[in-house]
């Protein structure tokens, strides 16, 4: 089993900027890729963004690529979703998910394991 811990959510103003963390704890975090998702009110599920377990491969959905920035920590078992210039349009939950694999994946139904999620709302 593994644990995962998503903190830094909150309200920030449109442009703003707010970073997440995932925490992992229960197995080898390095053995698993990693990846965002979030949830909208009222809309399904999506890929935010994903990274390999060395963090060298990363992969971006359209809608925050060159806003968003995943990195990973090995060795605090923790990754990280740096999001920049905010929009009203990225208010959902987020949720930070691990895959027990070495490739990396937007689907999430690949995802073995998955945090409670972290709420952001961007204000106009």
């Known amino acids: 089993q593994v644990q995962l811990v998503e903190s830094g959510g909150g309200l920030v103003q449109a442009g703003g900027s707010l970073r997440l963390s995932c925490a992992a704890s229960?197995?080898?975090?390095?053995?698993?890729?990693m990846g965002w998702f979030r949830q909208a009110p009222g809309k399904e599920r999506e890929f935010v963004t994903t990274?390999?377990?060395?963090?060298?491969?990363?992969g971006y959905a359209d809608s925050v690529k060159g806003r968003f920035t995943i990195s990973r920590d090995n060795a605090k078992n923790t990754v990280y979703l740096q999001m920049n210039t905010l929009k009203p349009e990225d208010t959902a939950v987020y949720y930070c998910?691990?895959?027990?694999?070495?490739?990396?994946?937007?689907?999430?139904?690949?995802?073995?394991?998955w945090g409670q999620g972290t709420q952001v709302t961007v204000a106009s």
């Open positions: 990274i390999g377990r060395s963090g060298g491969i990363t």
């Open positions: 998910a691990a895959r027990r694999t070495l490739t990396i994946t937007t689907r999430q139904d690949l995802y073995d394991y």
């Open positions: 229960g197995r080898t975090f390095s053995n698993f890729a």
